[in-house]
């Protein structure tokens, strides 16, 4: 079977090694893909969101399944737009419709989801311009830090953690008056600071029936010790030791079931991943988001981790056959550390030569922002490979995980020294 996978990062680079373990699957191509795709599948250079390139590319390769990477072709509808097409509505495409990318395509619409199907989460209010004075008042009937979330996709920079009240309101104005975050904030969800250690939980659903994928944590924050500006995350560790199986069973109990039954009762025909972020408060899970897709980099450390055929369990999804699909996960622990470009998350260049990486013999590396330039691989963006080991422990893989960053060259890299710092 020809398999597309819409997105060009180190998830997409993950799922392509995992689908070509199937023996079901005939060729692979990736769009728009990197330079870790190129050297095992086809890529193919259109934009996931352009989707009348994407029908193309479908009825040229004979594609009989599409897997949907990031958020952005999801929110905008992919999935619906093939249901709609005569030449496309049979084959399945693994992600939500979008209803269910409204999870992620809104934090109000996932606050009420949340609200109304009893799911653990911070109290929180959604403000507009029109009702600014009330979003002052809201904020000081918390408590600090103040929690400001564009309602829109932001390329997940619509999150504002503030201490001072003042800045707060100031913030809260920027957003939702001058567009600071564009039309993604032209709604903004204030909510109470959630307290515990933060992990993220993963779910493949057809519908009815789920997996619970292996939990991981990631590192968001470009400095050592959680220090610096936000980023998309800078390495990952799968299993999360604090994650016990009582904690699980928890966060079954508490949010995986009532997700799956909300957007059931809901009417909403969801197959494909919900990524649950999540707060341990002492054992009790609150959520804190919901994404529709899997994370990168958590997806480095979570697919390598899952023994089973990921294409029969995408073919479980599409068939809502997925309880009929065996599923196993090694006991062993994955961690990965980011390579990102100097200066990332702020200004930096792009073009710079990498050398080493084919070199690796206890790691695998996972291709993001790279691309192929007269032969030679060169960085495409501010996250550029993902470097992942196993171990017994989470010491063992990350000692792997650095020697081999060691081996690895491009000019001005830069990486985090203390990934799992926190849990070890």
Do not use: C, W
């Not at 009937?141 to 009240?165: M, R, W």
């Not at 567009?179 to 493949?204: C, P, Y």
């Not at 196993?328 to 390579?339: D, I, N, Q, R």
């Not at 080493?356 to 790691?363: A, R, W």
């Amino acid at each position: 079977m020809n398999i597309l996978i819409l997105g060009s990062g180190g998830r997409e680079h993950a799922f392509t090694l995992k689908l070509l373990e199937s023996n079901k699957v005939n060729q692979l191509f990736v769009a728009p893909g990197n330079a870790g795709t190129a050297n095992i599948a086809t890529n193919i250079n259109i934009n996931p969101t352009d989707f009348k390139a994407v029908k193309q590319t479908v009825l040229d390769n004979d594609i009989k399944m599409v897997v949907v990477g990031p958020e952005a072709p999801l929110v905008a509808g992919v999935h619906d737009f093939f249901l709609a097409d005569d030449a496309l509505k049979n084959i399945p495409v693994i992600g939500p419709k979008k209803d269910g990318a409204t999870l992620e395509g809104s934090k109000d619409f996932s606050k009420q989801f949340m609200q109304k199907h009893g799911i653990p989460t911070a109290k929180y209010q959604s403000f507009t311009k029109e009702n600014l004075a009330e979003g002052f008042a809201f904020l000081e009937t918390l408590e600090p830090p103040f929690v400001l979330k564009a309602d829109g996709l932001a390329a997940g920079k619509g999150v504002l953690i503030l201490n001072s009240l003042k800045e707060a309101k100031a913030e809260l104005k920027e957003m939702v008056s001058n567009q600071k975050f564009g039309e993604a904030s032209s709604t903004v969800v204030i909510e109470e600071f959630l307290k515990g250690i933060e992990l993220s939980v993963f779910v493949l659903t057809d519908g009815k029936n789920y997996k619970i994928l292996p939990s991981a944590k990631d590192y968001k924050r470009i400095g050592e010790g959680d220090t610096g500006l936000n980023t998309g995350g800078m390495g990952a560790i799968s299993p999360v030791p604090f994650a016990d199986e009582a904690f699980l069973n928890k966060v079954e109990e508490l949010v995986v079931k009532p997700t799956i039954n909300g957007l059931q009762k809901d009417g909403i025909d969801y197959k494909g991943f919900i990524f649950i972020g999540l707060m341990n408060d002492h054992g009790n899970p609150s959520v804190v988001e919901y994404n529709v897709r899997m994370g990168d980099p958590e997806t480095e450390v979570v697919l390598p981790r899952i023994e089973s055929d990921l294409f029969d369990l995408f073919e479980g999804v599409a068939n809502q056959t997925l309880d009929q699909k065996s599923f196993s996960v090694t006991p062993k622990t994955a961690t990965t550390v980011m390579l990102v470009s100097g200066g990332y998350p702020e200004a930096y260049q792009k073009g710079k030569e990498m050398t080493g990486f084919d070199t690796l013999e206890n790691s695998i590396a996972f291709h993001a922002g790279t691309t192929l330039k007269d032969g030679k691989v060169v960085t495409s963006g501010g996250r550029v490979m993902a470097i992942t080991s196993f171990g017994e422990t989470i010491e063992e893989a990350l000692e792997k995980s650095y020697k081999s960053i060691h081996k690895i060259h491009f000019d001005k890299i830069n990486y985090r020294k203390d990934i799992g710092f926190d849990l070890v």
